[in-house]
């Protein structure tokens, strides 16, 4: 199970993003990092193409170390750690420490 997924928010707790917020877009498991919302945004410079017709500069969301993000608490609005419960059904579900609701 992996500790953060797509549609998360999440908080960055470490580098020069620190304290902010944001929704998980893309998880890349095998590389150990995730692409997070106006997070981490660099500008690259792109020659003109189908894709981008104007060429130019192009801002582009780059991927952090999953070892630098919290999941944030929903009823708390502050960073958690958390709890895997599995259900009878074998299911799992994640439960915030601090608030003990369902992530």
């Known amino acids: 199970m992996l500790r953060i997924r797509k549609n998360d928010q999440v908080m960055v707790m470490a580098g020069k993003n620190k304290g902010k917020t944001g929704k998980i877009v893309r998880v890349l498991p095998k590389a150990g990092k995730?692409?997070?919302?106006?997070i981490n945004v660099m500008k690259k410079a792109v020659k003109k193409?189908?894709?981008y017709p104007q060429g130019g500069y192009v801002e582009?969301?780059?991927p952090l170390s999953l070892s630098n993000l919290m999941l944030v608490d929903k009823k708390?609005?502050?960073p958690t750690?958390?709890?895997v419960k599995v259900l009878e059904d074998g299911g799992k579900i994640r439960?915030?420490?601090k608030s003990?609701?369902?992530l």
């Open 100 to 102: 003990g609701e369902t």
């Open 95 to 97: 439960i915030a420490k």
């Open 81 to 83: 750690r958390f709890t």
């Open 60 to 62: 582009l969301e780059k």
């Open 76 to 78: 708390l609005n502050q």
């Open 34 to 38: 995730a692409v997070v919302e106006n």
């Open 49 to 51: 193409s189908d894709t």
